[in-house]
């Protein structure tokens, strides 16, 4: 399978994965990335650092999406999606995520 990065808005059956020209460190519930293209820094909270750890493989935003709901039962399916894919397409945007 072939990843490419894009600026499209993405669905549940995009698959994406971390870029690997990143630097990834947890930092207690939350996390921070350092773009290698760009040299910049990321901060995560608690639920996007989440995000992250599980697109650390090709996923597509539907497993991420399930795996999130699993993990935070008392989030709405909706809010959930609406949340992974604001944050997916984010980094899409900044080549911290690649698209297949």
Not at 11 to 27: E, H, I, N, Y
Not at 35 to 55: P, T
Request: aromatic letters at 6%; one cysteine or more.
């Amino acid at each position: 399978m072939s990843i490419v990065s894009t600026t499209q808005d993405i669905g549940l059956d995009t698959v994406v994965r971390a870029s690997p020209q990143q630097v990834f460190c947890d930092v207690a519930d939350e996390a921070v990335l350092l773009s290698m293209q760009d040299g910049e820094y990321y901060g995560l909270n608690e639920v996007a650092a989440s995000i992250w750890r599980h697109i650390q493989e090709p996923r597509d935003v539907l497993q991420v999406r399930d795996a999130l709901l699993a993990e935070y039962a008392d989030i709405e399916a909706s809010d959930c999606e609406r949340a992974v894919l604001g944050f997916l397409n984010e980094m899409i945007s900044l080549k911290l995520v690649e698209v297949a």
